[in-house]
């Protein structure tokens, strides 16, 4: 079980300091809280992970379930023992994998749900390669094409034999071309599944609701009212934020206002470095995002100056190029590596790069949720 | 400047203890020397090495010099400023790689020569896209199809700006279908740009001349017998090794025996596991070999029990998943990790993996040629 303390709430916005106590630890909210999909943070090694200041650890049902499979972890006692992580780990329901799986198979999205036309998905917006039921998701795996399906029940199930400090409800996020009757029967239907998962439970792990309703106000704030209504130890919150950040925002508002004060609110796959202020203005205490691993592995590192490429030429020599990467940054990879060298290992396709930069980005997020907690202490946010 | 103490002979074979001094260190000798071809051993840091019992690197100069080329090691104070290696270093002459990355884009030969028909190259035996003439090799850069020519003064002049602690002359390796009589010519030819080697130097890096003289035992006993007339501060034997292990041990002899005592012997580019002994054996002080990061890169690991293939499902489940890679190893890897979660994230190819089967397999060489020392010490090699 988890306890979450509320030890402050901003007078400027709705931005919280607070502690999340986990049988793995505790967590000082608001915080950032990197991916590790399939049992590992991409190109990093469990002994890496409190020194990039990381104090929560979330990792994907979906694909934990498709390898190795729950029950190998489990009978390895649990992802904590499995992967070695000495640090509190949710898991996410796998809805949102399932969804965006499917999708992108049948329509070339990817997975973080971008497209530009509004009308490729209409009326019933069910995916082909998906097929929801009220029952769950049948879905086609992609290891092996097997029929693979998902509910609630299941969902529970396989979060249990993983094994993490804090699991989800089984939700369906809907896509950005949701029309809005089809959403409002989709909430119905996260609703449902909500109380089949809290009736489900059978361990003492924590249990987050997930709240969804698209980019539609009513359903937003419907969602938020039944789910806050339910015994939920935490709350999600999930699906499409809008068409903009400061849309992002106010739909964030609209949820946060109605769950309880008491209780954690974590946003689901949402936090690059310019969100972060906003979104936990908007009242969410976690947040997890896989930009920090996802932008390293591609060259790329944040900075207190703004983002660099190292793939470019440019940060291979002249004087800055003798220069750590973030002059400001206390980070090993900064304290030890100059950028000329960083970028010399990205151009020449060496993985011992990609570590680095994974290394140094995922502690620069943390340093920068870091400083807003600090902010949010003095009353400055 | 390099020392170089022998220790001990011994009295059963040809092994030597030793101990090689350089401006960054002690190397106990017999020791395996990784690969760090582009100033970084694949997927490790640099902070990784010492933990790897490595004492000795040695990096590639065809491949610094075409990234990010050596004025820019050189910029940033040599490559043990630029790369963060606080241990001994090498560099070899850049002439096997001109060489076999030619042959290769010919005959589609790999950087490691193997091929099956001994007629593909005959008389003659020059590359297509190189053209070797007495002041070095023409060739096609692999970066950009830019023209390049490198011989034994642009070869010290380049290595000079690395820095190593230890450089060789420019050589000519010959293939194994190269015939006696172009083999006679090229081994001339290496012996020709050794003395301009050692006229060009212009630091006092330690300058190892490298022996050739392909499968002929003649040629291999001329050659050691110049280069070892010259004050080189240690040798290096190169090229092609025969057709099997006992007849490579044989050549090797052939060619320590010509060498002085007093003076480090380095194979290059052997030394599988199997390989270790009989090298040693040979009167080999060092050798370097790709194959533990390579390897490791494919999912295999060595142990003391054999070499393990980590992408079989068998690995994944069962009691013996439960375990370390290797019990008796004692390396972090080994301690902190089980064989099921490597097998899993090899299974799932995650770069995670890739870092610590790389540094199990660099420690459990090392522990290897470590054992072998031992053995040496005991008058039991």
């Known amino acids: 079980m988890i306890d979450f303390k509320l030890l402050k709430k901003s007078k400027k916005s709705n931005a919280r300091l607070g502690v999340l106590k986990t049988p793995h630890g505790e967590v000082k909210t608001p915080a950032f809280v990197p991916v590790a999909t399939q049992a590992t943070v991409k190109t990093l090694r469990s ?40 640090l509190p780990v949710m898991t996410d329901s796998g809805g949102f994998q399932v969804l965006s799986l499917g999708f992108g198979r049948d329509y070339g999205i990817g997975k973080i749900m971008k497209y530009d036309s509004g009308e490729i998905i209409t009326k019933g917006s069910q995916p082909k390669l998906l097929k929801i039921t009220e ?3 049948e879905f086609t795996s992609y290891v092996d094409g097997k029929k693979i399906f998902m509910g609630p029940k299941e969902s529970i199930k396989i979060q249990e034999s993983i094994g993490a400090d804090i699991i989800f409800a089984f939700d369906e996020p809907t896509v950005p071309t949701a029309t809005e009757e089809y959403t409002a029967e989709s909430v119905e239907r996260t609703h449902r599944w909500a109380d089949a998962c809290l009736k489900a439970r059978k361990t003492n792990q924590a249990l987050y609701g997930i709240t969804q309703g698209g980019r539609y106000k009513d359903l937003r704030i419907k969602s938020a009212k039944f789910i806050a209504s339910r015994p939920f130890d935490g709350f999600g919150i999930g699906g499409e934020y809008g068409s903009d950040k400061r849309q992002m925002v106010k739909m964030i508002e609209w949820v946060t206002k109605e769950l309880p004060e008491n209780k954690p609110r974590h946003l689901l796959g949402v936090g690059y470095l310019e969100d972060m202020e906003m979104i936990v203005k908007a009242g969410v205490d976690t947040f997890d995002c896989t930009v920090p691993t996802h932008y390293a592995r591609h060259g790329n590192a944040f900075t207190s100056k703004g983002k660099v490429d190292l793939t470019k030429t440019k940060y291979l020599s002249g004087a800055a190029s003798k220069q750590p990467l973030d002059p400001e940054c206390g980070c090993f990879v900064c304290r030890e590596h100059t950028k000329g060298y960083l970028s010399h290992l990205i151009r020449a396709h060496e993985i011992t790069g990609l570590e680095l930069l994974s290394f140094h980005n995922v502690y620069y997020f943390n340093k920068v949720i870091e400083g807003i907690r600090k902010r949010i202490k003095k009353g400055e946010l």
């Open 47 to 86: 002994d890496d992970l409190k020194e990039t200041g990381t104090q929560l650890l979330i990792a994907n049902t979906y694909h934990l379930h498709l390898k190795p499979g729950e029950k190998l972890v489990k009978s390895h006692g649990g992802i904590h023992k499995f992967a070695n992580i000495d």
């Open 135 to 137: 029952d769950g998701v």
